[in-house]
């Protein structure tokens, strides 16, 4: 009867804690990262009664966590990289929206800046026309620089969250130190294969939240203790200790900062390349990929603009008949010093020829003995000693470099910052030619001119008229041709029977390394005269010649056009954010998986809880029976003696 | 398998959020009637959009364009036909002038007449436009072209023609120079100019033409004695034929056609040489002061035949060449009109293709929205639906 008592009272306590745990599942069901528990249960050691083994009921053996190691881990995978693409795709979005606008941004400013010049070339005398043709020229300055402070404000962004992140990245690692105290003491404390559940599960919750930031790699170490690495295998975390991931300004720009892996001996190493997955790869990824070529882009077709445009209007005369001077502020590349720099070495560097630059920038590093200078994009390296003419740049590097110096060449980063009109006033707006022509009234023929055009501002502007004088015999006895008196002299072989619907030539070197079209049928001693362009104010050439630019292919090797190239530049955001959204519904789908194994093993269900309940609730009372039973019984027994 | 009730619930809600997302894009799609919102929902065809509207603002500019030519174009046209009426005037003054009924006063009143006109003509030449600019005075468009200098009228405009763009590859010239105008125009026919000299003592007067198109070299015609025996000779002197004289006969040297009316003295000559470009002003001038010059001599009112016969020939060329530079103007306000008429067509394609590219289909649109109200409204009664399974309802 004894027995009874006891075995009921066993029964009573263990359905009890079944009870608990229960109710422990239930009030977690929504707790973030908790794994349902579970008490396993076993038989009393029975006694020997007559020379039977009778049970002595039940005890709790141990309470269990639903857990598999493997899920948890890809689940953290998984995280890395969700917490990557989410990044990187929601600062893709912000470019993506910022580009949207900019059919009617940049794109439409550009078309009113060329079309300010067809203005003036409608009406080239008129100071209106001009005035509104340097207001739009500000108006497209204004574009690049919203668009610049655009993208520097999406730069700042990508740098606050870097810092908000490494901030977590740390206090995380904390957390996960002093877990793993805190499981090593518990476990110490407990018997023997008795795990802190909810201490467990709160580490790989915390985790899993670092997983999101950063891609981690976890080591188990014995005594229930987790080590944790980052980047390629420097220890964020071991045992109690911790080492501080930190942000340091960048290399070359400080407004591109890099994170930095700091030891506790003082010294720091820059890891950003090797990080993988997690938040702060995604927004890494964004900032040196996206958000770069954009810049790039944008830039190249600053300097673009303005070189071209400056190149056509240098060959131009303006209103008081002055060649024309810049009309934008010339460009030039950028040359940033690396901070991790040993010697004095500098380095400079110049675009030669705007039509080659591409939208990239380039590393230069010195390796002992000679310079190399590598594409960023495409990853081409070119060597030299002092000077490396790579994609229409000229770089040039002084003496005494330490090897592994390096500098940092951006041939458009700053471009569009930069991009400033630099006319002021509408009289110096090169609307006309330098040279102009004029065929001599005593002409006996029909010699004419189409077309005179210069290609260089040599000799110009012209001091001495020259003259083109036809001779039948020109080029000796029966060649027909123009000789040129003054000027750049020569003889020009022209056939009136053969060429009168128009023959061109270059003319010699100099005064404007002139080309001129000649048409007619000229008799001999005809004389065309070829002079300096004083009071045109009415000659539209240059302007004219300023507005094919806009659809010329000027740049990327003579491939595309100003007003093409933006129209590309927005196009690589779209399909970069198009690409970086479905990276991130199919990282979406696969994270959704391996959370749902995850949740199917570890998560509580509610029903699953209340079938739980009612059955130890049956066995409680079925236990609290059996001691009212052996309470009946042995008042039976005392009631027989009375 | 196994399903936990926080999956449960994470699944409902997720399923509830993706479509609200869809919902709001459709939302958003037909509040601005655009399918592309952001470049990322169609790469390809936002740079073709991008490009579109770059074709139509240069159309739209070269419309403009267009209209600036036309109006410049319409301005020298009406200018030309102007001068061309009183350069027609001036013809019938010269025929009414060699007519053999006037007296020194009666043609000193049509060289007046004729002053009067040249003053009118040379007040086209030097007009402006609306902007300012004089329209005859090629790239010196602020500098007056004509200006009297002497007894003649010097061009102080250069040969600069302005050209505008008024399609991607088709420039058309506005402006013609007062050079090419007014000034290239040849005397005499065109090819030959004669001239018989003051000290002339007969009455003869000379007809010429010429079977080549360009004559090269200079001729004089000399009456060697009052019998009508001539001799001509080239610019350096050398003999080139000698003959006798048969009035009214023509006769022929060096591809020269001549008909010598009357009889001349001993000494009479006629110089011949090439055509030359002279300024439509100063023949007119000369015109005037030969009919304002008295001529009572025989020899005079043969000279005075001459000059008319020839000034005829002179106007004849000016008229030609306002014709011609007209023709040419009609030319291009025709090619204007077809650049225009074009340029509207093109501008009609682009907007139909940003149209395509660009526009909601508003059916297409509103069927998805409804569906995916639908499914939306599906979503949230699952979700209900399935909050409400719990086994704790039957626990009591």
Same mark, same amino acid.
């Given at each position: 009867?004894?027995?009874?008592?006891?075995?009921?009272?066993?029964?009573?306590?263990?359905?009890?804690?079944?009870?608990?745990?229960?109710?422990?599942?239930?009030?977690?069901?929504?707790?973030?990262?908790?794994?349902?528990?579970?008490?396993?249960?076993?038989?009393?050691?029975?006694?020997?009664?007559?020379?039977?083994?009778?049970?002595?009921?039940?005890?709790?053996?141990?309470?269990?966590?639903?857990?598999?190691?493997?899920?948890?881990?890809?689940?953290?995978?998984?995280?890395?990289?969700?917490?990557?693409?989410?990044?990187?795709?929601?600062?893709?979005?912000?470019?993506?929206?910022?580009?949207?606008?900019?059919?009617?941004?940049?794109?439409?400013?550009?078309?009113?800046?060329?079309?300010?010049?067809?203005?003036?070339?409608?009406?080239?005398?008129?100071?209106?026309?001009?005035?509104?043709?340097?207001?739009?020229?500000?108006?497209?300055?204004?574009?690049?620089?919203?668009?610049?402070?655009?993208?520097?404000?999406?730069?700042?962004?990508?740098?606050?969250?870097?810092?908000?992140?490494?901030?977590?990245?740390?206090?995380?690692?904390?957390?996960?130190?002093?877990?793993?105290?805190?499981?090593?003491?518990?476990?110490?404390?407990?018997?023997?294969?008795?795990?802190?559940?909810?201490?467990?599960?709160?580490?790989?919750?915390?985790?899993?939240?670092?997983?999101?930031?950063?891609?981690?790699?976890?080591?188990?170490?014995?005594?229930?203790?987790?080590?944790?690495?980052?980047?390629?295998?420097?220890?964020?975390?071991?045992?109690?200790?911790?080492?501080?991931?930190?942000?340091?300004?960048?290399?070359?720009?400080?407004?591109?900062?890099?994170?930095?892996?700091?030891?506790?001996?003082?010294?720091?190493?820059?890891?950003?390349?090797?990080?993988?997955?997690?938040?702060?790869?995604?927004?890494?990824?964004?900032?040196?990929?996206?958000?770069?070529?954009?810049?790039?882009?944008?830039?190249?077709?600053?300097?673009?603009?303005?070189?071209?445009?400056?190149?056509?209007?240098?060959?131009?005369?303006?209103?008081?008949?002055?060649?024309?001077?810049?009309?934008?502020?010339?460009?030039?590349?950028?040359?940033?010093?690396?901070?991790?720099?040993?010697?004095?070495?500098?380095?400079?560097?110049?675009?030669?020829?705007?039509?080659?630059?591409?939208?990239?920038?380039?590393?230069?590093?010195?390796?002992?003995?000679?310079?190399?200078?590598?594409?960023?994009?495409?990853?081409?390296?070119?060597?030299?000693?002092?000077?490396?003419?790579?994609?229409?740049?000229?770089?040039?590097?002084?003496?005494?470099?330490?090897?592994?110096?390096?500098?940092?060449?951006?041939?458009?980063?700053?471009?569009?910052?930069?991009?400033?009109?630099?006319?002021?006033?509408?009289?110096?707006?090169?609307?006309?030619?330098?040279?102009?022509?004029?065929?001599?009234?005593?002409?006996?023929?029909?010699?004419?001119?189409?077309?005179?055009?210069?290609?260089?501002?040599?000799?110009?502007?012209?001091?001495?008229?020259?003259?083109?004088?036809?001779?039948?015999?020109?080029?000796?006895?029966?060649?027909?041709?123009?000789?040129?008196?003054?000027?750049?002299?020569?003889?020009?072989?022209?056939?009136?029977?053969?060429?009168?619907?128009?023959?061109?030539?270059?003319?010699?070197?100099?005064?404007?390394?002139?080309?001129?079209?000649?048409?007619?049928?000229?008799?001999?001693?005809?004389?065309?005269?070829?002079?300096?362009?004083?009071?045109?104010?009415?000659?539209?050439?240059?302007?004219?010649?300023?507005?094919?630019?806009?659809?010329?292919?000027?740049?990327?090797?003579?491939?595309?056009?100003?007003?093409?190239?933006?129209?590309?530049?927005?196009?690589?955001?779209?399909?970069?954010?198009?690409?970086?959204?479905?990276?991130?519904?199919?990282?979406?789908?696969?994270?959704?998986?391996?959370?749902?194994?995850?949740?199917?093993?570890?998560?509580?269900?509610?029903?699953?809880?209340?079938?739980?309940?009612?059955?130890?609730?049956?066995?409680?009372?079925?236990?609290?029976?059996?001691?009212?039973?052996?309470?009946?019984?042995?008042?039976?027994?005392?009631?027989?003696?009375? | 398998?196994?399903?936990?009730?926080?999956?449960?619930?994470?699944?409902?809600?997720?399923?509830?959020?993706?479509?609200?997302?869809?919902?709001?894009?459709?939302?958003?799609?037909?509040?601005?009637?655009?399918?592309?919102?952001?470049?990322?929902?169609?790469?390809?065809?936002?740079?073709?959009?991008?490009?579109?509207?770059?074709?139509?603002?240069?159309?739209?500019?070269?419309?403009?364009?267009?209209?600036?030519?036309?109006?410049?174009?319409?301005?020298?046209?009406?200018?030309?036909?102007?001068?061309?009426?009183?350069?027609?005037?001036?013809?019938?003054?010269?025929?009414?002038?060699?007519?053999?009924?006037?007296?020194?006063?009666?043609?000193?009143?049509?060289?007046?007449?004729?002053?009067?006109?040249?003053?009118?003509?040379?007040?086209?030449?030097?007009?402006?436009?609306?902007?300012?600019?004089?329209?005859?005075?090629?790239?010196?468009?602020?500098?007056?072209?004509?200006?009297?200098?002497? +007894? %003649?009228?010097?061009?102080? $405009? #250069?040969?600069? *023609?302005?050209?505008?763009?008024?399609?991607? !590859? @088709?420039?058309?010239?506005?402006?013609?120079?007062?050079?090419?105008?007014?000034?290239?125009?040849?005397?005499?026919?065109?090819?030959?100019?004669?001239?018989?000299?003051?000290?002339?003592?007969?009455?003869?007067?000379?007809?010429?033409?010429?079977?080549?198109?360009?004559?090269?070299?200079?001729?004089?015609?000399?009456?060697?004695?009052?019998?009508?025996?001539?001799?001509?000779?080239?610019?350096?002197?050398?003999?080139?034929?000698?003959?006798?004289?048969?009035?009214?006969?023509?006769?022929?040297?060096?591809?020269?056609?001549?008909?010598? +009316? %009357?009889?001349?003295?001993? $000494? #009479?000559?006629? *110089?011949?040489?090439?055509?030359?470009?002279? !300024? @439509?002003?100063?023949?007119?001038?000369?015109?005037?002061?030969?009919?304002?010059?008295?001529?009572?001599?025989?020899?005079?009112?043969?000279?005075?035949?001459?000059?008319?016969?020839?000034?005829?020939?002179?106007?004849?060329?000016?008229?030609?060449?306002?014709?011609?530079?007209?023709?040419?103007?009609?030319?291009?306000?025709?090619?204007?009109?077809?650049?225009?008429?074009?340029?509207?067509?093109?501008?009609?394609?682009?907007?139909?293709?940003?149209?395509?590219?660009?526009?909601?289909?508003?059916?297409?649109?509103?069927?998805?929205?409804?569906?995916?109200?639908?499914?939306?409204?599906?979503?949230?009664?699952?979700?209900?639906?399935?909050?409400?399974?719990?086994?704790?309802?039957?626990?009591?």
């Amino acid at each position: 009867m004894a027995d009874g008592l006891q075995i009921g009272t066993s029964a009573l306590l263990a359905f009890q804690r079944g009870l608990s745990t229960t109710g422990h599942n239930i009030s977690n069901a929504s707790t973030e990262g908790f794994s349902r528990q579970s008490v396993q249960l076993g038989t009393n050691q029975p006694r020997l009664i007559d020379g039977a083994w009778l049970g002595t009921g039940v005890s709790m053996q141990s309470i269990e966590r639903s857990y598999s190691a493997f899920l948890t881990k890809d689940f953290q995978v998984a995280s890395s990289a969700l917490g990557q693409f989410e990044a990187s795709s929601k600062m893709a979005a912000r470019l993506d929206n910022l580009m949207a606008d900019q059919e009617r941004g940049l794109s439409a400013q550009l078309e009113r800046f060329f079309n300010a010049f067809q203005d003036v070339s409608n009406n080239p005398t008129a100071i209106p026309e001009r005035q509104v043709l340097l207001g739009e020229s500000e108006a497209l300055a204004e574009q690049f620089h919203y668009l610049d402070q655009a993208f520097s404000a999406l730069n700042a962004q990508v740098s606050d969250q870097l810092a908000t992140y490494v901030d977590e990245i740390n206090q995380h690692a904390e957390s996960i130190a002093a877990l793993n105290d805190a499981i090593s003491y518990a476990r110490s404390i407990s018997k023997e294969g008795s795990e802190p559940n909810d201490l467990l599960d709160e580490r790989d919750r915390v985790l899993l939240q670092l997983s999101k930031l950063v891609g981690v790699s976890t080591i188990e170490q014995g005594e229930g203790v987790v080590n944790v690495l980052i980047g390629n295998g420097q220890p964020l975390v071991i045992g109690g200790s911790v080492e501080k991931l930190s942000l340091e300004v960048g290399e070359f720009d400080p407004l591109q900062p890099r994170l930095t892996y700091q030891r506790s001996n003082g010294t720091s190493t820059d890891i950003t390349q090797y990080l993988t997955g997690g938040s702060i790869q995604g927004l890494v990824d964004f900032r040196d990929n996206m958000l770069e070529s954009s810049r790039q882009q944008l830039g190249l077709l600053a300097s673009g603009i303005s070189a071209v445009i400056n190149g056509q209007h240098r060959l131009g005369v303006d209103l008081d008949g002055e060649l024309g001077e810049d009309f934008f502020k010339p460009l030039d590349a950028e040359v940033v010093k690396s901070i991790d720099n040993f010697s004095a070495v500098q380095a400079t560097a110049a675009i030669t020829d705007i039509s080659l630059v591409q939208p990239t920038n380039y590393k230069a590093t010195f390796n002992g003995s000679v310079w190399e200078l590598k594409n960023l994009k495409t990853g081409e390296v070119s060597v030299g000693t002092e000077v490396i003419s790579v994609d229409g740049l000229e770089v040039t590097f002084t003496e005494d470099a330490f090897v592994g110096d390096s500098f940092l060449i951006r041939p458009n980063f700053r471009a569009a910052n930069n991009f400033e009109v630099v006319l002021r006033s509408p009289a110096d707006i090169a609307a006309a030619s330098p040279l102009k022509f004029s065929e001599n009234l005593a002409n006996r023929g029909t010699a004419g001119v189409d077309a005179l055009v210069v290609s260089s501002r040599e000799n110009l502007p012209l001091t001495d008229p020259f003259t083109l004088t036809f001779d039948e015999n020109g080029g000796g006895a029966g060649v027909p041709g123009y000789i040129v008196a003054g000027g750049p002299g020569g003889f020009l072989a022209y056939d009136p029977e053969s060429d009168f619907a128009g023959k061109s030539f270059e003319l010699d070197a100099g005064f404007g390394d002139a080309s001129i079209r000649l048409t007619g049928k000229p008799e001999s001693g005809d004389v065309i005269t070829i002079e300096r362009n004083t009071e045109g104010t009415g000659d539209n050439r240059n302007v004219l010649s300023m507005i094919d630019l806009q659809t010329e292919d000027s740049l990327l090797g003579s491939s595309i056009s100003i007003q093409d190239l933006f129209a590309i530049s927005v196009a690589d955001v779209g399909i970069r954010t198009r690409q970086s959204q479905l990276s991130l519904e199919t990282q979406q789908v696969l994270t959704r998986q391996t959370e749902d194994a995850f949740k199917s093993k570890s998560g509580v269900n509610l029903d699953e809880e209340a079938a739980n309940l009612m059955r130890y609730q049956q066995a409680y009372a079925a236990a609290a029976k059996v001691i009212t039973v052996a309470d009946e019984m042995f008042d039976i027994l005392l009631s027989s003696f009375r | 398998m196994r399903i936990s009730s926080e999956q449960q619930f994470s699944q409902g809600i997720d399923a509830i959020l993706v479509q609200q997302a869809k919902l709001n894009e459709t939302q958003e799609q037909l509040a601005s009637g655009n399918r592309i919102l952001t470049p990322s929902d169609d790469p390809s065809a936002s740079t073709q959009l991008i490009k579109l509207s770059a074709l139509i603002a240069s159309n739209n500019q070269y419309d403009r364009n267009i209209v600036f030519a036309q109006n410049q174009i319409g301005l020298s046209e009406s200018k030309l036909k102007s001068a061309g009426d009183i350069l027609q005037r001036v013809r019938e003054l010269v025929v009414q002038a060699n007519t053999a009924i006037h007296s020194n006063g009666s043609r000193g009143a049509i060289g007046t007449e004729i002053q009067n006109n040249l003053d009118a003509l040379l007040d086209i030449a030097n007009s402006k436009d609306a902007s300012g600019e004089y329209i005859f005075s090629g790239f010196n468009s602020t500098t007056q072209p004509f200006v009297k200098e002497g +007894d %003649g009228y010097a061009y102080k $405009g #250069d040969q600069g *023609e302005r050209l505008l763009r008024v399609s991607e !590859d @088709i420039r058309v010239q506005v402006r013609d120079s007062g050079a090419e105008v007014f000034q290239k125009i040849k005397d005499g026919d065109g090819r030959l100019k004669v001239n018989s000299p003051d000290s002339n003592q007969g009455n003869s007067t000379i007809f010429l033409e010429s079977n080549v198109e360009s004559v090269v070299e200079n001729y004089a015609i000399e009456f060697l004695d009052g019998g009508g025996r001539y001799e001509i000779r080239n610019a350096v002197g050398d003999v080139v034929q000698t003959g006798q004289l048969d009035s009214g006969v023509q006769f022929s040297f060096n591809d020269i056609n001549v008909t010598i +009316d %009357g009889s001349p003295q001993e $000494g #009479d000559r006629f *110089e011949i040489r090439p055509a030359t470009n002279v !300024d @439509i002003f100063s023949t007119l001038q000369a015109l005037s002061d030969v009919l304002s010059r008295p001529a009572d001599s025989a020899s005079a009112l043969a000279d005075l035949t001459t000059h008319l016969t020839q000034a005829l020939n002179e106007i004849d060329q000016g008229l030609a060449k306002f014709l011609g530079v007209r023709s040419s103007l009609g030319n291009r306000l025709q090619q204007l009109d077809v650049r225009a008429a074009e340029n509207i067509n093109a501008n009609i394609r682009y907007e139909r293709s940003v149209s395509d590219l660009k526009d909601l289909d508003y059916a297409e649109a509103v069927s998805r929205l409804n569906m995916e109200k639908t499914g939306l409204q599906a979503a949230q009664q699952a979700y209900v639906k399935v909050q409400g399974l719990s086994l704790f309802n039957y626990l009591r």
